[in-house]
């Protein structure tokens, strides 16, 4: 039992070393690769945690090779789009002005009951409503909408836009100062401690501090929780 | 850029942990291949020490397989090292015919073991 308990900790580390070493490709929506990867591995790590008579090392060298040979890859994808092509293949346009390509949607072995799905996914429910839709290499779809269904941005409204301070970020949470937030918002850990003491807070007694570029603080302080 | 050098680095690392295992594999069961020949013409020629020369046998496979668990299957080992001890106890009651066979099970074993370690397309396919 100790034996199991040591190899699922090891194999449990290596996997999310190998999850870090594949980078957040692997965390998102996955190509071909990428999935191909992630089962093998998966299906790779249980063995050795379950049987103990099979030296951890038979585990840890396919993954160990999976991740290298993932990595690799998507390196040479990166540099040679022929190879990209070969691997992931290509996104595919299903509906081109409103017009729904039969014959792609039969190369891609899709339904009419998938498209519905994927456009419904999209929120658009009714098919007149598309521009155009694109099968994309990860399987998802993207849909463009006609023009009387896009939705309305400022721009439209035309006059005067005003100033972008930017997305508001979290600077300061548990009792520490974000560094990359902090970057982003280009402001340092003496301003977010300045903003503070402004509003009459102490830094213990905080949950958290958003900030952004325009220097616009929002501070929420700790509740007493029985 | 690191990435891509730590993958390297990562495939070097397993490629010379499979060559070195094979190696290893290889050379030890080879060894004990020839102290099988050894304690084969010591029980032909009915030495007296075969009892002694078979103890010395299981010791001697028992220390050069000592870390092969960390590449060869546990149970493979196991078979292994068992066979090599009931030599000596065979020797040792004076039991020929169980002897004769214990030796040739071990070396069956130890030429599967040569011809599975290896790369070669029968066993990759």
Redesign the interface.
């Known amino acids: 039992m100790a034996i199991t308990a040591l190899r699922t900790i090891i194999i449990y580390v290596v996997l999310i070393a190998a999850m870090r070493i594949m980078g957040r490709r692997q965390l998102g929506e996955l190509q071909p690769i990428e999935l191909v990867v992630t089962l093998l591995i998966s299906d790779l790590a249980s063995i050795p945690i379950q049987e103990n008579g099979i030296p951890l090392l038979n585990g840890l060298i396919p993954i160990f090779i999976l991740v290298a040979a993932e990595i690799l890859l998507s390196a040479w994808m990166l540099k040679s789009p022929g190879i990209s092509r070969l691997i992931s293949g290509n996104p595919m346009v299903l509906i081109h002005k409103g017009h729904l390509d039969q014959k792609v949607l039969k190369k891609l072995r899709l339904s009419v009951e998938d498209l519905t799905e994927g456009l419904r996914q999209q929120n658009v429910f009714d098919l007149r409503d598309v521009q155009t839709a694109i099968a994309e290499t990860n399987g998802k779809i993207t849909v463009y909408p006609v023009i009387a269904k896009r939705a309305l941005v400022r721009e439209d409204l035309g006059g005067d836009l005003p100033p972008d301070h930017g997305m508001p970020l979290v600077v300061f949470a548990d009792g520490q100062c974000c560094d990359w937030a902090m970057q982003a918002c280009d402001i340092t850990e003496q301003d977010v401690l300045d903003a503070l003491q402004r509003q009459h807070h102490q830094k213990e007694a905080v949950l958290m501090v958003t900030a952004d570029a325009a220097g616009h603080y929002t501070i929420i302080p700790k509740e007493a929780i029985q | 850029m690191k990435?891509?050098i730590?993958?390297?680095v990562?495939?070097v690392?397993?490629a010379a942990?499979?060559v070195g295992s094979v190696v290893v594999e290889c050379h030890v069961a080879d060894r004990l291949l020839q102290d099988c020949d050894a304690l084969e013409a010591a029980f032909d020629d009915g030495d007296p020490q075969l009892t002694q020369a078979a103890a010395a046998f299981a010791e001697s496979a028992e220390q050069a397989t000592g870390f092969f668990?960390?590449?060869?299957?546990?149970?493979a080992m196991d078979t292994l090292l068992e066979e090599a001890r009931a030599l000596s106890a065979l020797a040792t009651i004076g039991d020929r015919a169980g002897f004769a066979e214990a030796l040739a099970r071990v070396r069956a074993r130890l030429t599967l073991w040569i011809t599975t370690s290896r790369p070669l397309p029968e066993n990759i396919f």
């Not at chain 2, 668990?69 to 149970?75: A, L, R, S, T």
């Open positions: 990435r891509v730590t993958a390297a990562l495939l690392l397993v942990v499979s668990p960390y590449f060869v299957y546990h149970g």
